[in-house]
C-alpha cells in the first residue's frame, strides 16, 4: 500500500475553497430562512447550499485515498470506487517530479482535497488521467489506453516496486 498525502499547495486549496463553499452554503440557509416569500422562492435559495455541499462531497469522494500494487493489477483506492488499471496494460513506468507543470486540466478537479481528471501536456505527449493529491512527485504509467499519472508518497519506492512486478529494469 501507498500512502497517497496531500501537500501543502491540496491543503491550502482545499481549506480556502471550503471556507468559500460553506460561507455560500451558509448563506443560502440563512437567506431561505430569514425571506418572507413564497416556499418556492424559498427553496430555490436553498439551491446553492446543496450545489456546494455537493461539490464538496463528490471531490472529497472522487480524491485518491491510497494506490495499491496487487499482483495483477495497480488500485486507485477513492470512497467514490476503485479505479483498476491491469499490470499486463502498462508499457512504460517513469518518475515525474512535476506532473502538473505545463498541464492544462481539461476537465477534473484542480486542487480541492486533491487532483483527479483528465489533462493535457506536450511533456507526457498529449492527454493523461491524474489520480493525485500533490503536485510534485509523480509516476506516469503508459498503457495500451494512454497515460496515467499518480502520486504515491514514496514515488521512487513505487516505480522500484512496480518495474519489479512488470520485469522491467528500475526506469528514472
Do not use: K
Amino acid at each position: 500500500m501507498y500512502r497517497a498525502s496531500a501537500d501543502t499547495l491540496v491543503v491550502g486549496i482545499t481549506i480556502v475553497v471550503v471556507i468559500v463553499l460553506v460561507a455560500v452554503a451558509v448563506g443560502g440557509i440563512v437567506g431561505a430562512v430569514m425571506v418572507r416569500a413564497p416556499r418556492m422562492v424559498q427553496i430555490t435559495l436553498l439551491f446553492p447550499a446543496v450545489t456546494c455541499v455537493g461539490i464538496i462531497a463528490v471531490a472529497y469522494a472522487y480524491t485518491p485515498r491510497a494506490f495499491r500494487l496487487g499482483d495483477d493489477a495497480l488500485v486507485v483506492a477513492r470512497l467514490a470506487g476503485d479505479v483498476t488499471v491491469p499490470l499486463r496494460d502498462i508499457r512504460t513506468v517513469q518518475s515525474v517530479p512535476s506532473p502538473l507543470a505545463g498541464s492544462v486540466r481539461v476537465a477534473g478537479n484542480g486542487g480541492l482535497f486533491g487532483f483527479w481528471g483528465r489533462y493535457r501536456s506536450e511533456a507526457l505527449n498529449g492527454n493523461f488521467t491524474f489520480y493525485g493529491t500533490r503536485a510534485t512527485g509523480g509516476v506516469a504509467l503508459t498503457t495500451s489506453d494512454g497515460t496515467v499519472v499518480i502520486t504515491p508518497d514514496d514515488p521512487d519506492r513505487f516505480v522500484i516496486d512496480i518495474e519489479r512486478r512488470l520485469g522491467h529494469a528500475a526506469a528514472g
